[in-house]
């Protein structure tokens, strides 16, 4: 999933961006202080949707109604896109984001989100609360009036939807694929037309042949949209976003000067909504994928010379970024070094066990 | 790490369990609710009970002070394994509790804990929040006058320190092996000895060869016992757990008759708390298990035919486990649907790039 494929299920899910600037809402009288929350996800997906409207209700809850944060859908406020925009000029408080949205204004922001190829998603936690990813990526935001937490995960998702086999790295050229983002940027080295689509626009797309293939989430939301009645081939992993972090964006003046209870129960809310939105995601995944599976959907891997390749591409393209952007290689040095030290430590214990747990039980059924 | 270990981890930081069962304190005036906490882990561990006793701090912070929980060291109030059963009968409102630690009450606990060969950390987050675990486990401890709130988790953890090289199963044949609960029962069927020893004692068995081998924590804390100085092969992984899920447990009736805001507060401060927990872990236990190869400690990993035998008796286990006890089968029968449909979608995306990502960093190296 990446900028444009979210910005479509928006319009997808039949709510027009209006283009409309709220007008900031900083009442704070006997009724308690009130902040309205621009989400960039649509009311439709209810995990993350659903997580960070569970989240708004519980700062009410913790504040006794003192403090109420309530979530807007995309266009309502800001289209979805325009939220980190809202956010900094304070016409809104604070947004529901994904930062690889805003990729374009800064290329260090995919730090806040995932990045190719790892972190996953628990060691993406890991250096936020504890590896010094939080207090870099907040660094990097106050230059932008914003003010990050995480509020969630999508976990790792698919690598999209193709009308042909793909057998190897050859039959990607020429390809049109709609992605965007860096992983666009990664296809479009290794041979992929990238297409700009909304996520609505998909499944006419790819049924007229205007596209040959598609990136959207995971089994599912892709699911909801109908995807696998227009192309048979459904491939993983995702491998653009190792991790895809949520993350709520609050004006930095409005955070500082938000009493220190009200950012507790904030803070607190956010740390609950971001494990609920994995588990969401991870409960309702593989009953989806079994559906589709049962409805005829072909489920493939890239080839490996495509992971190579891709593989290799990312790792250049983080190297030529640090070159040209002083933010990207302030973060990508404390990244780095994390993701190498979690990759040594994984292969110890917890991933050496999974690989043997899974492999055991597939050998049994 | 099991029920001997751990409380021999507290004996171990010179905490004499004094068997005094604590008065209750069910105080509410002006100054607002106050609750005592158990704790079942030592100071000593900045990890599991630094991570609880951040939780308590916001829960004081969330209301203002009104309702507050202390967090008390084992022996202070309890005993570390009599936290459940001060819990149970109301002499403290809560405890921080490790449910594998009774097992021999009720071997259906380690439902709320962690079983041999997963779920993993992630996949008991998914089951316990919205895959049904937390109303199946709340069931069960409702039988206790307990009310269970996850709190933390340990991450997979380490197989042990051993004085000899193990080559194959053979080499487990009278093993006298420091290892508790149900990894305990498994070890017994592959011919090991399990010995109940303290944690602050394993040291010393070791150095004068009274056993042959201990499992502990992890890297993070085995460092800070010294293991490393008496036995120079450190094995992995710990495949009795899978998860080592840690949980808060309320007394029922206090947990009733708490005001809904106090709920709120409590359950959201348990949320952070856990995965707060394990991030520390992720964050810590790299740098520690370098340390420990520098000094000369030989990483190991349980050959395949220890590994395989351990997988199948422990499978046996549940089975037998199942047939004998009521509550253990109605919780077996959920638990192990989820992790059969996790295992199967976890190698599609999650656990599939993983291994690409981690593999594809290692030739790189």
């Known amino acids: 999933m990446n900028t444009s494929s979210r910005r479509k299920i928006i319009q997808g899910a039949g709510l027009a ?21 621009a989400a960039s996800f649509p009311r439709a997906l209810e995990t993350c949707y659903g997580s960070t409207s569970d989240m708004c209700k519980r700062i009410g809850e913790l504040t006794d109604g003192r403090f109420r944060v309530t979530l807007h859908a995309p266009g309502e406020l800001v289209p979805a896109l325009e939220v980190m925009k809202a956010v900094s000029g304070g016409s809104v408080e604070c947004g529901q984001a994904f930062s690889s949205f805003y990729f374009g204004v800064n290329p260090a922001f995919i730090f806040d989100a995932g990045l190719a190829f790892g972190l996953n998603p628990r060691q993406q936690n890991a250096w936020m609360y504890q590896g010094g990813g939080l207090e870099l990526v907040r660094e990097l935001y106050a230059k932008y009036d914003c003010y990050p937490i995480p509020i969630g995960n999508f976990g790792v998702q698919m690598g999209g939807w193709f009308r042909r086999e793909i057998k190897s790295l050859a039959d990607l050229k020429g390809l049109r694929m709609r992605i965007g983002g860096f992983g666009g940027m990664v296809m479009s080295r290794m041979g992929v037309s990238p297409q700009q689509l909304a996520g609505g626009e998909i499944y006419a797309a790819m049924e007229k042949g205007v596209i040959d293939a598609a990136e959207f989430v995971g089994p599912f939301d892709d699911e909801k949209l109908g995807l696998n009645k227009v192309a048979p081939f459904y491939y993983a992993p995702g491998w653009w976003e190792g991790s895809a972090q949520m993350t709520a964006l609050v004006n930095l003046k409005s955070w500082q000067s938000l009493p220190k209870a009200f950012q507790n129960a904030f803070e607190v809310s956010a740390a609950e909504a971001n494990m609920s939105m994995l588990c969401r995601y991870d409960a309702k995944n593989p ?79």
Do not use: C
């Open 287 to 365: 009953a989806a994928m079994r559906s589709l599976i049962a409805k005829g959907t072909q489920l493939r891997w890239f080839p490996r010379d495509v992971m190579d390749t891709a593989f290799k591409t990312a790792n250049e393209l983080f190297d030529e970024l640090s070159d040209k952007n002083e933010d990207f290689k302030k973060i990508y040095v404390s990244w780095r070094k994390f993701r190498d030290e979690q990759t040594a430590w994984y292969q110890v214990a917890d991933h050496y066990l999974d690989n043997y747990t899974f492999n055991a039980l597939k050998r049994r059924t």
């Open 17 to 37: 961006a209006t283009g409309a600037i709220a007008a900031p809402v900083l009442a704070q009288d006997q009724s308690g202080l009130r902040w309205r929350m």
